[in-house]
């Protein structure tokens, strides 16, 4: 089946500071989600991008399907930024996903 | 809406009993997950529904367990009977199909089992 790698595996950051988060996938795919899971375990959808780029607020993610990767950007980090964020893809243009390992992000005030 | 409701919220049970985690979708949803997540493995899907139907059962682990939804507005993961490998959080999200594939996640049940 698909591989899904996410880079770094732990981050730590001062308040303010910016971040980018990687998810690598090991074939070509239709979708692809990113997901924070905040400290008390809730989980929430950040964006859908198959490809391309999106914005919201001081979150954007830039997905390059030829290349099989996306980024996550996280800009003027806050403490409430903490948790980890996992990466979802799924190929055959259903719902069946498969979440990268995460990456933990603890952003210090 | 109140969201996704998962109950119950936490579970402790003995190797061997049935264990049933119950999940309500938002109202209007018409796709349902059920998602495991352990330390080991991540987070897993098991499987989906499509208006009450289910599409993709292949993250089910085993014969042990068995999801129904009866209605769009409830549904069911069983375990039967329960081992200590199936500890975990298990997750329940729905989703509209018209909503750009934003999935809305229950709070989660934690299942532990002695």
């Known amino acids: 089946g698909i591989q899904v790698e996410q880079s770094p595996p732990d981050l730590i950051l001062q308040e303010g500071a910016n971040s980018t988060l990687r998810c690598n996938f090991s074939?070509?795919?239709?979708?692809l989600q990113w997901f924070h899971q905040n400290p008390w375990g809730q989980l929430i959808n950040l964006f859908y991008?198959?490809?391309g780029t999106k914005q919201n607020g001081r979150l954007s993610a830039t997905t390059v399907a030829t290349e099989r990767y996306s980024l996550l950007y996280i800009s003027s980090s806050q403490t409430t930024d903490s948790g980890v964020y996992f990466c979802?893809?799924?190929?055959?243009?259903?719902?069946?996903?498969?979440f990268g390992p995460g990456t933990r992000l603890s952003v210090l005030p | 809406d109140a969201g996704v409701i998962q109950s119950p919220r936490h579970e402790v049970t003995e190797m061997g009993q049935e264990v049933t985690l119950r999940c309500k979708p938002i109202s209007g949803h018409d796709y349902l997950f059920w998602y495991r997540q352990t330390m080991m493995r991540g987070l897993e899907l098991l499987i989906y529904f499509n208006n009450n139907v289910p599409i993709d059962d292949s993250g089910m682990p085993e014969d042990r367990f068995s999801a129904k939804m009866p209605n769009a507005s409830f549904s069911t993961l069983k375990i039967q009977p329960s081992e200590p490998r199936d500890s975990a959080v298990y997750f329940c999200a729905s989703m509209h199909s018209t909503s750009s594939y934003e999935q809305y996640f229950g709070p989660g049940t934690r299942l532990t089992v002695t």
């Open positions: 991008i198959p490809s």
């Open positions: 074939d070509s795919v239709n979708n």
């Open positions: 979802a893809v799924e190929r055959d243009y259903g719902q069946n996903f498969v």
